[in-house]
């Protein structure tokens, strides 16, 4: 990517200027600085306005940030003061994969060079992906001086974030750079930061004239917000298991977000599918073709008679009828056969081929018995009663079915149980196909309290049957794809890394039940961040149930020693909510995986059998029963109570209903979308 060719957005965090974006006095000062004094490198793409609400921030930030263009530069203005109301940089912080605490310490340096003021700001800064992130105060001058003392800097950091080569971009040393960059050791941002010391550097927003906080670098605007007691810079991601429970999160780092958000983010870091060559049997079953099948034969090959019947040498100028000697037999078998001469006919099977000369068939219903051998065993005459037989009745004509070089089948295209597909391949000899490899998908429960399921003795207090693993092991086992058991991982985190691993070298996707909550043993967010250096796209979203769902990826070598990225699912231990999530997250992956679309559960309108009552506050993914009925409609029947834990309310579900965050009952007769998982049973089947 050219240095001229960057991309910046501006979000200003402040929820007066959210109110009334007139009073946003900093986003146009920042914009002249990239134009004015950014080298023609900068593109401002977006200004975006959020109150002080940390999901706001945070959404905002990886709406830019997890896509698959990202922005090269993200730079925020407000909320860094010590207000209770600021908080963005406990919004931002967790957001960071890496911190860049040079980049702070210029900008508080050239600060302190024009006020002492400058120490009360709590900037942050660091990559998200492939996105820098820099935090600004809320003042006009200080956001304009912070950006100016690193503007500079910034078009080398965000080259190297985006991918670029290190090495060929630091020959020439740091002199060159330097050059470059347009500085020198000599011209450091504190010295470019003094150049402002005629002025005063309040820090104050100027759109916040009643607010008596001019020198706190904050705005507090009239709200409360909660406090929080420990930097953002101690615990920026996951919680840090050495630390032990005090040091945990007493709240979620990671934003919640939509269903539908993390459907794109699934679809966006799901690895592509794999091409490799398979052989032509059932082990195709379920597979995707990679690319576009040809015929390399005719089907069929020869001309072929569709009756039992006679072959004969037909004519338009004169009559079929007639008695004529039986010549020969063609039974539905190889080898060469006599011509047929005029006059003849030949006895012929279904499916054989026609003697050379022949032109059509005469079914045997259109024919009578003359005369016989003298043993008696063969015909030796046969009557033709037939008027006006036509060349090429009752013939398959070669190529009639398929024809040489015709496309059989399309890339993308299923390779189903039904047998269609594979019949084709087989019937025009093909011996291997390209397809996309299925990932191979390992199956993991965590936790100290979880046991065998199958274990003969008494639980002891505290302990769980494992009822997870074998459900979703079946699961994923009846969408068609390899399962590796990977047993149960103790509460340690040197165990759980070892065992994922282990499990990363064998399987392409690993699926883990339990664990991702908030208590001081749930460590598969840590083991993923810390321990394997994985990116979480997502840990939370807003959902029943299944909020703590959480979509991972980790950098692993292939056997060719290539990068490449795999996917961890952690999904939350309740059982209902390991099997809603893994039909709604999973799934659509391992489609996206093996290059099958639509990716996921089919979608279609049902009809309510009764009246239910939605979660008010989250979309609500609700195990029911869909039933054909007599009258051509879908209906829906809940199974029950859906508390996440109740495994019973997936007994005989076929469906899930997708019911919206509403604070009113929906009635019976309302029409409702639902997620078809199995089988739809119908009234018709049912004897009366």
Same mark, same amino acid.
């Given at each position: 990517?050219?240095?001229?060719?960057?991309?910046?957005?501006?979000?200003?965090?402040? &929820?007066?200027?959210?109110?009334?974006?007139?009073?946003?006095?900093?986003?146009?000062?920042?914009?002249?600085?990239?134009?004015? !004094?950014?080298?023609?490198?900068?593109?401002?793409?977006?200004?975006?306005?959020?109150?002080?609400?940390?999901?706001?921030?945070?959404?905002?930030?990886?709406?830019?940030?997890?896509?698959?263009?990202?922005?090269?530069?993200?730079?925020?203005?407000?909320?860094?003061?010590?207000?209770a109301s600021d908080i963005t940089p406990e919004a931002v912080a967790p957001l960071l994969h890496?911190?860049?605490?040079?980049?702070?310490?210029?900008?508080?340096?050239?600060?302190?060079?024009?006020?002492?003021?400058?120490?009360?700001?709590?900037?942050?800064?660091?990559?998200?992906?492939?996105?820098?992130?820099?935090? $600004?105060?809320?003042?006009?001058?200080?956001?304009?001086?912070?950006?100016?003392?690193?503007?500079?800097?910034?078009?080398?950091?965000?080259?190297?974030?985006?991918?670029?080569?290190?090495?060929?971009?630091?020959?020439?040393?740091?002199?060159?750079?330097?050059?470059?960059?347009?500085?020198?050791?000599?011209?450091?941002?504190?010295?470019?930061?003094?150049?402002?010391?005629?002025?005063?550097?309040?820090?104050?927003?100027?759109?916040?004239?009643?607010?008596?906080?001019?020198?706190?670098?904050?705005?507090?605007?009239?709200?409360?917000?909660?406090?929080?007691?420990?930097?953002?810079? !101690?615990?920026?991601?996951?919680?840090?298991?050495?630390?032990?429970?005090?040091?945990? @999160?007493?709240?979620?780092?990671?934003?919640?977000?939509?269903?539908?958000?993390?459907?794109?983010?699934?679809?966006?870091?799901?690895?592509?599918?794999?091409?490799?060559?398979?052989?032509?049997?059932?082990?195709?079953?379920?597979?995707?073709?990679?690319?576009?099948?040809?015929? &390399?034969?005719?089907?069929?090959? @020869?001309?072929?008679?569709?009756?039992?019947?006679?072959?004969?040498?037909?004519?338009?100028?004169?009559?079929?009828?007639?008695?004529?000697?039986?010549?020969?037999?063609?039974?539905?078998?190889?080898?060469?056969?006599?011509?047929?001469?005029?006059?003849?006919?030949?006895?012929?099977?279904?499916?054989?081929?026609l003697p050379p000369g022949a032109t059509s068939v005469v079914m045997v219903e259109d024919t009578?018995?003359?005369?016989?051998?003298?043993?008696?065993?063969?015909?030796?005459?046969? !009557?033709?009663?037939?008027?006006?037989?036509?060349?090429?009745?009752?013939?398959?004509?070669?190529?009639?079915?398929?024809?040489?070089?015709? &496309?059989?089948?399309?890339?993308? *295209?299923?390779?189903?149980?039904?047998?269609? !597909?594979?019949?084709?391949?087989?019937?025009?000899?093909?011996?291997?196909?390209?397809?996309?490899?299925?990932?191979?998908?390992?199956? $993991? #429960?965590?936790?100290?309290?979880?046991?065998?399921?199958?274990?003969?003795?008494?639980?002891?207090?505290?302990?769980?049957?494992? =009822?997870?693993?074998?459900?979703?092991?079946?699961?994923?086992?009846?969408?068609?794809?390899?399962?590796?058991?990977?047993?149960?991982?103790?509460?340690?985190?040197?165990?759980?890394?070892? &065992?994922?691993?282990?499990? $990363?070298?064998?399987?392409?996707?690993?699926?883990?039940?339990?664990?991702?909550?908030?208590?001081?043993?749930?460590?598969?967010?840590?083991?993923?961040?810390?321990? $394997?250096?994985?990116?979480?796209?997502?840990?939370?979203?807003?959902?029943?149930?299944?909020?703590?769902?959480?979509?991972?990826?980790?950098?692993?070598?292939?056997?060719?020693? *290539?990068?490449?990225?795999?996917?961890?699912?952690?999904?939350?231990?309740?059982?209902?909510?390991?099997?809603?999530?893994?039909?709604?997250?999973?799934?659509?992956?391992?489609?996206?995986?093996?290059?099958?679309?639509?990716?996921?559960?089919?979608?279609?309108?049902?009809?309510?059998?009764?009246?239910?009552?939605?979660?008010?506050?989250?979309? *609500? @993914?609700?195990?029911?029963?869909?039933?054909?009925?007599?009258?051509?409609?879908? @209906?829906?029947? #809940?199974?029950?109570?859906?508390?996440?834990?109740?495994?019973?309310?997936?007994?005989?579900?076929?469906?899930?209903? =997708?019911?919206?965050?509403?604070?009113?009952?929906?009635?019976?007769?309302?029409?409702?979308?639902?997620?078809?998982?199995?089988?739809?049973?119908?009234?018709?089947?049912?004897?009366?």
């Amino acid at each position: 990517m050219p240095a001229s060719n960057l991309r910046a957005v501006v979000l200003v965090v402040s &929820t007066t200027a959210a109110k009334d974006p007139s009073s946003d006095a900093s986003s146009g000062i920042l914009a002249d600085v990239f134009e004015k !004094e950014g080298a023609g490198q900068w593109q401002v793409m977006e200004t975006q306005v959020v109150g002080d609400v940390a999901v706001d921030i945070q959404r905002t930030i990886t709406r830019w940030t997890d896509r698959e263009d990202p922005v090269n530069l993200i730079i925020s203005t407000g909320g860094t003061g010590f207000a209770a109301s600021d908080i963005t940089p406990e919004a931002v912080a967790p957001l960071l994969h890496r911190h860049a605490p040079g980049l702070v310490h210029g900008m508080l340096s050239a600060s302190l060079a024009v006020t002492p003021f400058a120490l009360m700001s709590r900037p942050v800064a660091g990559t998200r992906n492939k996105t820098i992130i820099v935090t $600004l105060p809320g003042s006009p001058k200080g956001a304009k001086e912070n950006l100016e003392s690193i503007l500079k800097l910034l078009p080398h950091a965000c080259l190297q974030a985006a991918g670029g080569n290190s090495r060929s971009m630091h020959v020439g040393g740091v002199k060159k750079l330097e050059a470059d960059a347009g500085i020198s050791a000599s011209t450091t941002a504190v010295s470019a930061a003094s150049s402002h010391s005629a002025h005063m550097h309040t820090h104050a927003h100027t759109h916040l004239r009643d607010h008596s906080h001019v020198y706190s670098h904050d705005h507090s605007h009239g709200h409360t917000m909660p406090i929080r007691h420990t930097a953002a810079s !101690e615990n920026p991601r996951s919680n840090d298991p050495t630390q032990g429970p005090s040091r945990r @999160y007493r709240d979620s780092p990671y934003p919640i977000l939509s269903v539908e958000e993390a459907a794109s983010l699934i679809k966006q870091h799901t690895p592509p599918p794999q091409i490799i060559t398979a052989k032509v049997d059932g082990s195709l079953i379920g597979c995707i073709l990679a690319e576009d099948v040809t015929a &390399t034969e005719a089907v069929p090959a @020869y001309r072929a008679s569709i009756v039992d019947g006679y072959a004969v040498i037909a004519s338009t100028e004169t009559s079929s009828r007639g008695v004529f000697p039986v010549a020969q037999v063609s039974h539905a078998a190889p080898g060469d056969i006599p011509a047929l001469m005029a006059g003849q006919i030949a006895r012929i099977t279904t499916g054989a081929p026609l003697p050379p000369g022949a032109t059509s068939v005469v079914m045997v219903e259109d024919t009578l018995l003359k005369t016989m051998t003298e043993d008696g065993q063969e015909e030796k005459d046969v !009557e033709i009663l037939a008027e006006s037989v036509e060349p090429g009745q009752n013939v398959r004509e070669v190529g009639s079915d398929i024809a040489e070089g015709e &496309t059989i089948l399309h890339k993308g *295209e299923e390779i189903s149980a039904t047998g269609g !597909e594979l019949g084709l391949l087989a019937s025009v000899g093909k011996a291997d196909v390209r397809v996309y490899k299925k990932p191979v998908v390992g199956v $993991l #429960s965590t936790g100290d309290e979880i046991v065998q399921h199958d274990r003969p003795d008494s639980l002891r207090r505290g302990e769980v049957r494992d =009822c997870n693993r074998p459900t979703v092991m079946a699961a994923v086992k009846g969408w068609g794809f390899e399962v590796v058991d990977l047993g149960i991982a103790r509460d340690a985190p040197g165990a759980l890394e070892e &065992t994922l691993r282990d499990a $990363l070298r064998k399987v392409d996707l690993i699926i883990t039940t339990g664990g991702v909550s908030m208590g001081e043993l749930d460590l598969l967010k840590p083991t993923i961040e810390r321990s $394997l250096g994985g990116s979480i796209h997502f840990g939370r979203v807003s959902m029943k149930p299944g909020k703590p769902t959480t979509f991972a990826t980790v950098p692993v070598k292939n056997n060719a020693g *290539e990068r490449i990225s795999k996917v961890i699912f952690s999904l939350p231990g309740n059982p209902a909510s390991a099997i809603v999530t893994l039909h709604l997250f999973v799934l659509p992956s391992l489609h996206y995986a093996s290059g099958l679309s639509p990716a996921g559960l089919p979608k279609m309108l049902v009809t309510l059998s009764h009246d239910i009552t939605p979660d008010s506050h989250r979309a *609500e @993914y609700h195990r029911a029963i869909i039933t054909a009925s007599k009258d051509g409609l879908l @209906y829906a029947s #809940s199974t029950g109570g859906q508390r996440s834990s109740r495994v019973g309310s997936l007994r005989s579900a076929n469906a899930l209903l =997708c019911l919206p965050a509403i604070d009113i009952p929906l009635a019976k007769g309302t029409k409702i979308e639902a997620l078809l998982m199995g089988k739809v049973g119908s009234e018709l089947d049912i004897s009366e």
